[in-house]
């Protein structure tokens, strides 16, 4: 029994310092690890930044162009009539929006959702518009009628989203 008391209290510190020495390296290489962490997610910063601003410009062009006073100046009526002129914008807007898609990586979730919320408004308004005028209306009738509409909306949800898109550039940046 003396011979395994003796071994115990031989080994008993080796094996103290082994724990030790495998405490520290342990804690060492996690340190580290975070300081490449940290290093890594600063690069990756310098990268997705420009891109992530690129996005909100986009998200802010996006909603420009299909303001109504925008999208019925730049998208003629000239010899349509009101049912082809509702075609040419919805189909305008659409492919705006599809265009666009994958900024809804960059931005936040709630920028995105307004932004849709605002484009869908648009498509309302339109429908309502190509509602209101009579069958024989010209393209003209319907954007005299769209811009009518769009006035007489207490809040405009374009403008919302991009107050919400100013409101994020301005927290992240």
Known sequence: MNTAVVIA??????????????????LSMEKEL????????????KIINPIRLQAYE???????????????????????????????????????????LSQQVYIS???????KTAKEDLFKIINLAAGKVDGNATGADLAAKILE???????????????????EITELY
């Not at 019925?72 to 189909?91: F, G």
Request: hydrophobic content about 45%.
């Open 34 to 45: 975070r300081a490449l962490m940290l290093n890594f997610k600063q690069e990756n910063k």
């Open 109 to 115: 979730g709630l920028l995105w959702q307004t932004t």
């Open 149 to 167: 509409l769009n006035i007489e909306q207490p809040i405009q949800p374009i403008d919302q989203a991009l107050d919400l898109l100013r409101k």
């Open 9 to 26: 209290i031989s080994v008993l510190p080796a094996l103290l310092v082994a724990c030790t020495a495998c405490y520290t390296l342990k």
């Open 58 to 100: 986009r998200i802010a062009l996006f909603l420009e162009r299909i303001r109504p006073e925008s999208l019925l100046l730049r998208v003629s009526s000239s010899d349509l009539s009101a049912v082809q002129y509702r075609i040419l914008l919805l189909a305008n807007i659409r492919s705006e929006f599809e265009h666009n």
